[in-house]
T-cell receptor
Framework: EAQVTQNPRYLITVTGKKLTVTCSQN?????MSWYRQDPGLGLRQIYY???????DKGDVPEGYKVSRKEKRNFPLILESPSPNQTSLYFC???????????FGPGTRLTVL | QQQVKQSPQSLIVQKGGISIINCAYE??????FPWYQQFPGKGPALLIA?????SEKKEGRFTISFNKSAKQFSLHIMDSQPGDSATYFC????????????FGKGTMLLVSP
């Protein structure tokens, strides 16, 4: 089954404790992206990757890091999480950015 | 600067009615306009998309209307059903280079039985 998987689905952590949210896709897509979804603000792009070792900032990259060492994986790293990073995070992939994007199930992160 | 403005923020429609969600964009280079549907607890999923070479695209009960001169596009849901209750996002992108999708803020649709 073609899918994007994210782990964990739910995470409660404390300020400053480094965490990684994993994202993996099995569709051999070149393009992958991370979004955060907040009430009233819609989907805002954090980082995206056009291919392996090619990443770029989206609209709200502060406080986040990403890496793309393999085509299928695109982890999101929060080196020192803060409460304003409490949000619902989605990973997405597509063959090209203007093709249909397939979204993962989401990761709900709470930073205390 | 918000590049894609979506309205209304929320919408209540009776079963069988027509739901209309509007979006306006600023970047005239945009040439790909998808709509995504998101159910509670799920990730968004592509519903329907249009490119500016046509003014309308219909898939079942869902229609996108596109007005290039006004830089506006809208989603019409005919014969709205309770199962259509979801959050809808419009988006826009250019189809080349390092383009990315820019999403509107979303519309929460509730179709009452």
């Amino acid at each position: 089954e073609a899918q994007v998987t994210q782990n964990p689905r739910y995470l409660i952590t404390v300020t400053g404790k480094k965490l990684t949210v994993t994202c993996s896709q099995n569709m051999n897509h070149e393009y992958m992206s991370w979004y955060r979804q907040d009430p009233g603000l819609g989907l805002r792009q954090i980082y995206y990757s056009m291919n392996v070792e090619v990443t770029d900032k989206g609209d709200v990259p502060e406080g986040y890091k990403v890496s793309r060492k393999e085509k299928r994986n695109f982890p999101l790293i929060l080196e020192s999480p803060s409460p304003n990073q409490t949000s619902l995070y989605f990973c997405a992939s597509s063959r090209l950015p203007y093709n249909e994007q397939f979204f993962g199930p989401g990761t709900r992160l709470t930073v205390l | 600067q918000q590049q894609v403005k979506q309205s209304p923020q929320s919408l209540i429609v009776q079963k069988g009615g027509i739901s209309i969600i509007n979006c306006a964009y600023e970047n005239t280079a945009f040439d790909y306009f998808p709509w995504y549907q998101q159910f509670p607890g799920k990730g968004p999923a592509l519903l329907i998309a249009i490119r500016p070479d046509v003014s309308e695209k219909k898939e079942g009960r869902f229609t996108i209307s596109f007005n290039k001169s006004a830089k506006q596009f809208s989603l019409h849901i005919m014969d709205s059903q309770p199962g259509d209750s979801a959050t809808y996002f419009c988006a826009a992108s250019t189809s080349g280079g390092y383009s990315t999708l820019t999403f509107g803020k979303g519309t929460m649709l509730l179709v009452s039985p």
